[in-house]
């Protein structure tokens, strides 16, 4: 598969652990590993910071191996998801910062393209999130006020 933008071919990437049945060093229960959960997304990490720490910190390769759900459904059954999905999220933010130092340099013509190529990105991710019903249909990308949404 190529990539979206630069016409090359992209890399690999990391790949989840290949059996199908929890380890057998893993020491939690399910009702551990999600008050974890909500305990980390109670202190305003991502689920993917989440899956992260549970990883590197705890030992947990797969929550989905121990509770039978996702980081994502169980923060949705607790109701800890924010209002925005997490990687619509991260876009908007990285275009905020690119405007931001496009105020300061004008001239900088790859900063515009890259704003550009992430506010098409944006575009495409909130006509997805509309038609799966995870955004409301009235809900619009308006680059000068998202700031004040975000912020």
Known sequence: MARMYSRKKGKAGSTKPSRKKLPSWVRYKPKEVE????KLAKEGKTPSQIGMVLRDIYGIPL?????G??????LEEKKLLG????????????????RKHLEGNHKDESAQRGLILTES???RLVK???????L??????EPKRIRFYIE
Do not use: C, F, H, N
């Not at 997805?128 to 995870?134: E, F, I, N, R």
């Open 35 to 38: 008050l974890l959960i909500v």
């Open 63 to 67: 929550t989905s191996k121990i509770t």
């Open 121 to 123: 990105k944006i575009k």
């Open 69 to 74: 759900k996702r980081i994502g459904k169980i």
């Open 136 to 141: 409301a249909e009235e809900w619009k990308y």
């Open 128 to 134: 997805y999130y509309k038609q799966t019903g995870k």
């Open 83 to 98: 209002k925005l999905p997490e990687d619509l999220m991260a876009l908007i933010k990285k275009s905020i910062a690119v």
